[in-house]
């Protein structure tokens, strides 16, 4: 009997800095915490966003937007939930395009 072959599942990780270009047209700095896994075929990714205090209300409404990393990479997300930055003063947000690292 022949064993299927395993494959281990290979993540990307970002942790730095990174700005927020808004549906109203905002840049707004972050410290940005992103993993990417794969789903499929195609690779997901998503995690927090941590603004300084005076960028917070700029993106308290935000539901979508783009991330930009340092280097000029860009990439869509979402953020289903407006009310997430409550507690934890971060947003969770879920990529839409391929990651940007």
């Known amino acids: 009997m022949r064993l299927p072959r395993v494959y281990s599942l290979c993540t990307s990780a970002y942790n730095g800095q990174a700005g927020i270009v808004g549906d109203n047209g905002t840049d707004v700095p ?3 915490s992103l993993t990417s896994y794969p789903e499929g075929v195609h690779t997901s ?3 927090t966003l941590t603004p300084a205090p005076d960028g917070l ?3 308290a409404n935000l539901t979508e937007g ?3 990393l340092p280097g000029g990479t860009e990439a869509g997300f979402l953020r289903p939930d407006t ?3 409550v507690s934890t003063q971060q947003l969770e947000i879920i990529g839409q395009d391929s990651p940007p690292f």
Do not use: F, K, N
Request: aromatic share 14%.
């Open 57 to 59: 209300l700029q993106l």
């Open 66 to 68: 783009i991330l930009r």
């Open 83 to 85: 009310s997430d930055w």
């Open 30 to 32: 972050v410290t940005a």
């Open 45 to 47: 990714w998503g995690g």
